[in-house]
């Protein structure tokens, strides 16, 4: 089945620590999103990928990196520099022609817990 | 930039009452609009969209919305509330460009009594 995987769905993790959230599509999607879900504050943008090797920051990037080497594959690394990690954090594709985002799918979510 | 606005953070309705979920859109060039449904701990399913043609769209169980430019809205609606419609609603908004993604509202919680 075509789709979007998250991995883990649960993650715990110490403060200070670095830890990278899996997100690999097989929709053969060329843009991909990482967004970050807090109570009453709906969703936010952390970053987006147009094409592999380039991307870009969202509104709330700072504390968060990325990478896009393979078209199927964009992980996010929550690092010890982001003050208040513990969020749901939601990865989508979509395609893009033209400049058109006509629709995002989205994966089941990753919630990561400091502890 | 664009940005959407839900009013209504929590809307209660009983079985079988009308569902009407608000949507205001803030956009200098023609949107694409979106309402996503969330259910707890899990992701977002599209219910429909608009992006040109008819402003009417109807979209999955039973939902649709109208998009109307002259008051930058974008209402969910649905005739009869059941009570799996309880979950989180989003509503999103896309411009044509360069580098777009999609600007999410803060969400409305429908709950769905007996």
């Known amino acids: 089945d075509g789709g979007i995987t998250q991995s883990p769905k649960y993650l715990f993790r110490k403060e200070g620590q670095n830890v990278t959230l899996s997100c690999e599509q097989n929709l053969n999607h060329d843009a991909m999103y990482w967004y970050r879900q807090d109570p009453g504050q709906g969703l936010r943008l952390i970053y987006y990928s147009q094409i592999v090797n380039d991307f870009q920051k969202g509104d709330i990037a700072e504390g968060y990196s990325v990478s896009r080497e393979k078209k199927e594959s964009f992980p996010l690394t929550v690092t010890s520099a982001q003050k208040n990690p513990t969020a749901f954090y939601l990865c989508?594709?979509?395609?893009?022609?033209?400049?058109?985002?006509?629709?995002?799918?989205f994966g089941q979510g990753t919630r990561l817990t400091v502890v | 930039a664009q940005s959407v606005t839900q009013l209504g953070s929590h809307v209660s309705v009983s079985e079988g009452a009308l569902v009407l979920l608000r949507c205001n859109y803030s956009?200098?060039?023609?949107?694409?609009l979106f309402w996503y449904v969330q259910y707890p701990n899990q992701g977002l399913q599209l219910l429909l969209k608009y992006t040109t043609g008819a402003t009417l769209v109807k979209g999955i169980n039973g939902f649709e919305a109208e998009f109307k430019k002259s008051e930058t809205s974008f209402h969910l609606t649905k005739p009869s509330a059941h009570m799996s419609d309880a979950a989180e609603y989003f509503c999103a908004v896309s411009v044509n460009q360069a580098g777009t993604a999609l600007i999410f509202g803060k969400g409305t919680t429908l709950s769905v009594s007996s």
């Open positions: 989508a594709s979509s395609i893009v022609a033209g400049g058109e985002l006509t629709e995002a799918f």
């Open positions: 956009s200098s060039v023609p949107p694409y």
